[in-house]
């Protein structure tokens, strides 16, 4: 297979990819409910009727529609290909039957490892406000495979509300062909890899965009942080992403949400896995604002975040910088006023 992304074919894979994922997904649906892969309402979460899981089936479908028609074949290729499908088929089974989190995390690193000692697929070196930290053996090993892991749980963890994981992954995908177009690397594996997540990802997000028919369940949300993850490997090391602040800002809500969860919970006492109902969608619920607004808020957000590493990368490094200062000192206040980090609950009932 010799297949080469250009300006020509950049819709094409789009289309493609989208068009699949969209016509799978009826499909999909329909054995989720067959074989009883649903997300049953309970206190924690946001919708009232059982929903359908195995979304992530048609994104990952689609990925590998995407694959065979776009993309060229190689060891990193084949490695990412295994260490998503043993993602996708563990996810798979915990969204039939819930799975501990000590298992997940033990096939999280195993997939890690496929990409990192097959696939050579290793950060050796990464840059951030002018500094340059060099890594070498066998930490470099050791900090691909937690930055892997450290990214499929955000994402993961982040599942919370239809269309916010499809979409943030969207902007992703989205940014990231954005900053190859740039500077014109747009046929390096890390760009193929975004357009064809981009298109599978769109045809989800038909589906799951409030009010949603479909969950992607933990096979598409684990998929996706792992496909990002390895993305953001293949960026550093083609040139696309020059810093690591180019994904640190794209992914800013995500890592944002999971560094101050865990943070919350070891204020609790309780387990950094622990599931809540304190995370930034949830902030935006409790101001009143609707499932559909709140997705929107966090989208444009995102967007903000992600046209910070464009400026960043197009040369306006000071400017990057500041604005992203900025926008972390607004997260803060966000933080100090509402419950994401502390309870605030007996505050309010003195004052009442």
């Known amino acids: 297979m010799n297949f080469s992304v250009n300006g020509n074919n950049i819709f094409l894979i789009i289309i493609a990819t989208f068009l699949t994922s969209a016509i799978l997904m009826p499909i999909i649906k329909t054995v989720a409910v067959h074989i009883n892969a649903m997300d049953y309402p309970n206190e924690r979460k946001v919708h009232k009727t059982p929903m359908p899981r195995l979304g992530g089936v048609a994104i990952f479908l689609s990925f590998l529609v995407g694959y065979m028609l776009f993309a060229n074949g190689s ?32 096939v999280q690193i195993i997939a890690a490892c496929i990409t990192t000692f097959y696939g050579h697929i290793v950060l050796n070196d ?15 090993y050791i900090f691909t495979i937690l930055l892997v892991v450290a990214i499929t ?12 994981a499809s979409g943030i992954s969207c902007i992703y995908f989205a ?17 193929t890899l975004s357009l064809i997540m981009l298109g599978s990802t ?11 028919s479909i969950f992607m369940g933990d096979s598409g949300s684990q998929f996706l942080g792992f496909i990002i993850a390895i993305i953001s490997l293949l960026g550093f090391k083609g040139t696309t992403i020059t810093s690591l602040i180019v994904p640190l800002c794209i992914l800013a809500i995500p890592i944002f949400d999971v560094v101050l969860a865990i943070l919350r919970r070891l204020i609790k006492g309780e387990g950094i896995m622990k599931a809540d109902k304190e995370h930034f969608h949830h902030q935006l619920l409790k101001m009143r604002f609707s499932q559909r607004k709140t997705i929107l808020i966090i989208y444009a957000i995102n967007i903000v975040f992600a046209a910070v590493s464009i400026f960043y990368v197009l040369g306006d490094n000071q400017l990057a910088i500041v604005i992203y200062l900025l926008l972390m000192i607004l997260l803060l206040f966000f933080v ?5 980090l502390f309870d605030h609950s007996h505050k309010k009932k003195n004052q009442k």
């Open 75 to 106: 060891v990193r290729m084949l490695s990412i290909l295994i260490a998503s499908f043993v993602i996708v088929l563990m996810g798979i089974f915990d969204d039939i039957n819930p799975l501990k989190a000590r298992y997940k995390f033990i």
């Open 126 to 140: 990464i840059s951030i406000f002018g500094l340059n930290l060099v890594f070498p053996v066998p930490l470099n």
């Open 153 to 164: 749980n955000a994402m993961n963890l982040i599942d919370g509300l239809d269309g916010l």
């Open 175 to 191: 940014t990231i062909a954005i900053i190859a177009g740039i500077i014109n690397n747009i046929g390096g594996l890390d760009v």
């Open 202 to 212: 769109l045809g989800f997000l038909a589906y799951n965009f409030p009010p949603a």
């Open 336 to 340: 100090l006023k509402t419950d994401i």
